[in-house]
């Protein structure tokens, strides 16, 4: 569990100073004046699919996107993040970064159309992450045309390679050997819904993708013969049954194999995760999947007759996710905390898995906070959205980084 925010009096004082500026004020007439043109923003970004590694069409309405926010030297870099900067530059070296992420879950193919219910917005990946893409762009433009002097740089991010088997590729290369994120001061992610919670611990993951391989043969005629659906299924059937006492958990997410119901398949898989905050735990269930699988497999093979030949066993790892933690004593922890509280609501620190872990785990302050509404159904095909307080995600964020620019 994360310690509970600190209420730093002197931060909570700054914050209500900012808050009652006249640039701060300004910058909210601005943010609440375009609200629709950021709740159109982000219906048409999640209307064009960006599955993992296919990000590209989404990242080129983004960049055009950047530039009428107000953003420039816009360019995509490698692997495909969309960057730009805050005109005019900040006088400082080392930038503050803040992003979103371009990518969802889902495959080629899937129906992304936004449809309206009421007050609320249906789509895949309308609230994880084109909430998140719209209020980048939002605060963008909340900061071009208030006139907010900035002592550091400010680049803005839409990365690529955030979910599953993308494996953080985007944050990867951004804070890679020779990456402008090395020398960064500080991480901003916008994920998500909500206007309370403060990421500052990343759950740490491994990921793998599992196979058994064996002769196979007809259901009846050649039963005997090692089957590694039946293996795999005691193994997930082992994993069940780990007592992990709430500081970690195991998930299998997807298995299949097989051609036919009567037939003993050749080949089965599955693809599972393990997540905890801590590396020595991660380090020992990685230890306890590897031992389940193989003695899941040796003892199919031993049940095996008729002198078949025995089962294979592949374990590819997919990805890993470093961990690690943001102190709640540095000042973006204690900016997002003074700026929560200074809008009116209760922060939260909590842990999970994002853009920042990257940065986290190399010892540069990073969080995440969520973009405003409220949505619900993430990473399913019924995915929604409401944009009650929405604007409330853009507020925090500025107020947040107006704070961290007079603690810095």
């Known amino acids: 569990m994360s310690p509970p925010p600190i209420q730093d009096p002197s931060t909570e004082r700054a914050a209500s100073v900012v808050a009652s500026g006249e640039v701060f004020t300004s910058a909210r007439a601005e943010i609440r004046g375009t609200d629709e043109r950021t709740l159109a923003e982000q219906i048409a970004l999640t209307e064009i699919e960006a599955p993992p590694f296919g990000e590209a069409a989404r990242g080129l309405l983004m960049a055009e996107l950047m530039k009428r926010s107000g953003l420039v030297d816009i360019e995509t870099d490698a692997v495909g993040n969309v960057c730009g900067w805050l005109a005019p530059p900040g006088r400082g070296d080392r930038p503050v970064i803040v992003s979103a992420h371009l990518?969802?879950?889902?495959?080629?193919?899937?129906?992304?159309?936004?449809?309206?219910?009421?007050?609320?917005?249906?789509?895949?990946?309308?609230?994880?992450?084109?909430?998140?893409?719209?209020?980048?762009?939002?605060?963008?433009?909340?900061?071009?045309?208030?006139?907010i002097s900035w002592s550091r740089s400010l680049l803005f991010v839409a990365t690529?390679?955030?979910?599953?088997?993308?494996?953080?590729?985007?944050?990867?290369?951004?804070?890679?050997?020779?990456?402008?994120?090395?020398?960064?001061?500080?991480?901003?992610?916008?994920?998500?819904?909500?206007?309370?919670s403060i990421v500052n611990q990343a759950v740490g993951s491994r990921r793998y993708r599992v196979s058994a391989t064996g002769p196979g043969g007809h259901s009846w005629a050649d039963w005997g013969t090692a089957n590694p659906l039946h293996a795999l299924a005691g193994a997930v059937a082992h994993f069940g049954g780990i007592e992990l006492d709430g500081d970690a958990t195991i998930t299998v997410g997807r298995m299949g194999g097989g051609t036919s119901i009567n037939a003993i398949p050749e080949k089965a898989w599955l693809e599972m995760e393990v997540r905890s905050l801590s590396e020595e735990r991660l380090e020992s269930l990685d230890q306890t999947v590897r031992e389940q699988l193989a003695r899941a497999v040796e003892d199919e093979n031993t049940k095996r007759l008729h002198g078949s030949a025995a089962m294979g066993l592949e374990i590819e790892d997919l990805g890993q996710r470093p961990g690690g933690t943001t102190s709640p004593d540095e000042a973006l922890v204690r900016a997002a905390v003074a700026a929560t509280s200074g809008l009116g609501y209760a922060?939260?620190?909590?842990?999970?898995?994002?853009?920042?872990?990257?940065?986290?785990?190399?010892?540069?302050?990073?969080?995440?906070?969520?973009?405003?509404?409220?949505?619900g159904r993430m990473h399913t095909l019924d995915e929604w959205y409401e944009n009650s307080q929405g604007v409330l995600g853009v507020e925090r964020a500025l107020l947040t980084l107006m704070l961290l620019d007079t603690l810095s």
């Open 347 to 375: 922060p939260e620190l909590v842990a999970s898995s994002t853009d920042a872990n990257v940065p986290m785990a190399l010892g540069i302050p990073s969080i995440t906070l969520g973009a405003g509404g409220v949505m």
């Open 160 to 196: 690529v390679g955030e979910e599953g088997v993308g494996n953080l590729r985007g944050v990867r290369h951004l804070f890679g050997d020779g990456g402008v994120g090395r020398e960064a001061a500080g991480f901003v992610s916008l994920d998500g819904a909500g206007h309370q």
């Open 103 to 147: 990518d969802t879950v889902f495959p080629p193919g899937t129906d992304v159309r936004v449809t309206r219910d009421g007050d609320r917005l249906l789509g895949p990946g309308i609230g994880d992450d084109g909430r998140g893409l719209a209020v980048l762009l939002a605060l963008a433009r909340a900061m071009s045309y208030s006139g």
